[in-house]
C-alpha cells in the first residue's frame, strides 16, 4: 500500500516535472526559427564583430591624434562658438540622443531646413550630411559654425576664439599660431556674397591673414573630425543573438522574442521587404544616397537631396582634392566614385538621400531627412503603402510590426573610442 502510494506519488511528480519540463523546450524551439546557410552568412554580415578597425582618414592628418580629439571634443561643447553665445555642435548632437536630437527640423539661431543627423560609426562613411555634400568629416565641421541657422559666426570669428581660448593646445598639436585679433581678422568678416557687409571686411583683410584663418579653421574641423570620428555603437541584443545562431546555441538565441526574429528574417528578405539592399553591413547603411519617395510626400518645398550635394560636393573649397586636404588624389574615393554612384543607385539622384543607419533607431524618433515620420510604426507604414522600392511587397500590418519590433534590438549605448578612460 506504502509503496503503491509512493509509486503513484513519483509517477505524478514525473508527470509535473516533465511536461515542464518538456514545454520550457517547448517555448524555446517555438520561439526559435531556422536559418538557412545563405541567411546565416547574410546575420554574419550585420553582425557588430564583422566592423573592420576604426579607419583614418587620409585626408585628415589629425584624425587618429588623442590631443586632436580632445581639442575637438571641447570645441564641440563650447557654445562661445554661435552668435547669440548659446549654441554648441551638442545642441543638436546630443550625446545621450545618439548625438542627434528628437525635433523634426534641427533648431540653431533659426530653424533649419533639415532633421540633425546621429553619429554612428561615422569614420565608415564616405559622404557627410542627408545630401552628401561634403567628402570628409572635417570639412563637414566647417558648415555648421558659417550657416546662418546654426551658429551663425564665421571662420574669423573661430580663429578669433581659438586664439583667446585655445591658443597653447591648438600650438601642442598643430604648430605656431600666428597672431590673431579683431583688427587683422574681424570677427564679423565672412566670405560668403550674401553677406556683403561681412564679405567687404573679408575682401579688406591681406591676402596672407585670410590664408592664416583659413589654415585655423580647417584645423579646428580637423580636430572636431577626430573625435566626431571616434563615436560607434555598441553591441546590441541583435548582436547577442548573432552570435548565439552562428554558435548554434538556441538557448542563448531566446534573447529576441519569436516577432523580432520574424521581422529579422523579412528585413533580410532581398525580393519582398527588400530593406538589406540598402540598410546593410554592421552599421545597417550601404552609404550612399537613394530616393524612397520622401520628398515628395512632404508638405514643405520640395528638396532635391544628392542632386545638388553632388554639385556642391565638387566644388567645395575643402574637398579631398583642395589643398587643405592631407590625402593624395588617388586617395580622393568619393570624388572619384561619382559616377560608380550613379550607376549603382540607378541615376535617380533627384531627391536621393543618404540612407541612415539603423542602429539605435527605435530609441531616436524622429524619422526621415525632414523629420515627417514621428515612429517607426508611421515608418513602417510609408513603406508598405508609399515607398516605390517596397508598395509591391504587400507588408500586412502583422509584418509592419515585426519589422519594426526587430529594429528595437538595435538599441545599445554608443562607445567613444580611445578616449575611454583617459
Ligand atoms: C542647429 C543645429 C545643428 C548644429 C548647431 C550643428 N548641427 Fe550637425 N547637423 C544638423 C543637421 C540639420 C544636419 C543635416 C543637415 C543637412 O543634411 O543639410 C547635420 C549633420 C551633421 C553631420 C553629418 C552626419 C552624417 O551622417 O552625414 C555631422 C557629422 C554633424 N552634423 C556634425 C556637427 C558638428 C561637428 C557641429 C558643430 C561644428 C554641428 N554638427 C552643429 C544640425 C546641427
Ligand atoms: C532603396 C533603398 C532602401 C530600401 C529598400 C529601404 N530603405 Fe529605409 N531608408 C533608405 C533611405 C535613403 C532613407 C532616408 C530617406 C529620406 O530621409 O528621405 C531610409 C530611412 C529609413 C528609416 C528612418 C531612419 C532615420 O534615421 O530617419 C527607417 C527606420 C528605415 N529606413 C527602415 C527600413 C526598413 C525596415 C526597410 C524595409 C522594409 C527599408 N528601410 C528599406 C533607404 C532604403
Redesign the pocket.
Known amino acids: 500500500m506504502r509503496n503503491k502510494s509512493l509509486s503513484i506519488f513519483i509517477a505524478v511528480f514525473l508527470t509535473i516535472f516533465g511536461a515542464a519540463g518538456l514545454s520550457l523546450a517547448g517555448t524555446e524551439e517555438d520561439r526559435n526559427i531556422s536559418w538557412t546557410g545563405a541567411e546565416i552568412k547574410i546575420l554574419k554580415s550585420l553582425w557588430i564583430e564583422s566592423l573592420p578597425p576604426l579607419p583614418n582618414d587620409s585626408s585628415n592628418a589629425y584624425s587618429d591624434n588623442a590631443g586632436s580629439a580632445l581639442l575637438?571634443e571641447e570645441?564641440?561643447y563650447d557654445s562661445r562658438?554661435?552668435a547669440n553665445g548659446k549654441?554648441?555642435?551638442?545642441?543638436?548632437?546630443l550625446p545621450t540622443y545618439s548625438?542627434?536630437?528628437d525635433l523634426p527640423?534641427?533648431?540653431?539661431?533659426a530653424t533649419?531646413?533639415?532633421?540633425?543627423?546621429?553619429?554612428?560609426g561615422?569614420a565608415y562613411?564616405r559622404?557627410?550630411?542627408?545630401?552628401?555634400?561634403?567628402d570628409s568629416?572635417w570639412s563637414?565641421?566647417?558648415?555648421?559654425?558659417e550657416?546662418r541657422?546654426?551658429?551663425g559666426i564665421s571662420r574669423t570669428a573661430c580663429a578669433n576664439l581659438i586664439f583667446k581660448y585655445y591658443r597653447s593646445r591648438y600650438e601642442e598639436i598643430f604648430g605656431p599660431m600666428p597672431k590673431i585679433d579683431e583688427e587683422s581678422c574681424p570677427t564679423g568678416a565672412i566670405p560668403d556674397p550674401a553677406d556683403p557687409e561681412g564679405y567687404r571686411s573679408w575682401q579688406g583683410m591681406t591676402e596672407k591673414k585670410r590664408q592664416e584663418v583659413n589654415r585655423i579653421f580647417v584645423n579646428m574641423?580637423k580636430a572636431?573630425?577626430a573625435?566626431?570620428g571616434r563615436v560607434v555603437p555598441a553591441p546590441a541584443r541583435f548582436d547577442r543573438y548573432v552570435e548565439a545562431v552562428l554558435k548554434k546555441d538556441a538557448a542563448g538565441m531566446a534573447i529576441l522574442g519569436r516577432d523580432e526574429q520574424l521581422g529579422l528574417k523579412l528585413f533580410i528578405d532581398k525580393e519582398r521587404a527588400k530593406c538589406i539592399n540598402c540598410h546593410n553591413g554592421p552599421l545597417f547603411t550601404n552609404g550612399i544616397f537613394h530616393n524612397i519617395g520622401v520628398s515628395e510626400q512632404g508638405e514643405g518645398e520640395y528638396d532635391r537631396g544628392r542632386a545638388v550635394g553632388i554639385k556642391l560636393m565638387q566644388k567645395d573649397p575643402f574637398n579631398c582634392l583642395s589643398e587643405y586636404s592631407d590625402a593624395e588624389p588617388d586617395q580622393c574615393k568619393a570624388l572619384k566614385l561619382v559616377p560608380v554612384e550613379i550607376r549603382e543607385t540607378g541615376d535617380k539622384m533627384e531627391g536621393a538621400?543618404?540612407t541612415?543607419?539603423l542602429r539605435n533607431v527605435a530609441a531616436r524618433p524622429p524619422y526621415m531627412?525632414d523629420g515627417s515620420q514621428a515612429t517607426l510604426a508611421e515608418v513602417m507604414k510609408f513603406y508598405a503603402d508609399t515607398s516605390p522600392q517596397t508598395r509591391d511587397s504587400a507588408l500586412t500590418g502583422e509584418e509592419q510590426r515585426q519589422l519594426a519590433a526587430f529594429m528595437a534590438t538595435l538599441d545599445a549605448p554608443l562607445r567613444i573610442m580611445s578616449l575611454v578612460g583617459r
Open positions: 575637438g570645441i564641440f562658438f554661435s549654441i554648441a555642435c551638442s545642441n543638436c548632437h548625438f542627434t536630437d527640423l534641427a533648431r540653431g539661431m533649419t531646413g533639415r532633421r540633425s543627423m546621429p553619429f554612428l561615422l562613411s559622404y557627410f550630411f542627408w545630401d552628401g555634400r561634403k568629416l563637414q565641421a566647417l558648415g555648421p559654425p550657416s541657422a546654426e551658429h574641423g572636431i573630425a573625435f566626431v538621400f543618404k541612415p543607419s531627412h
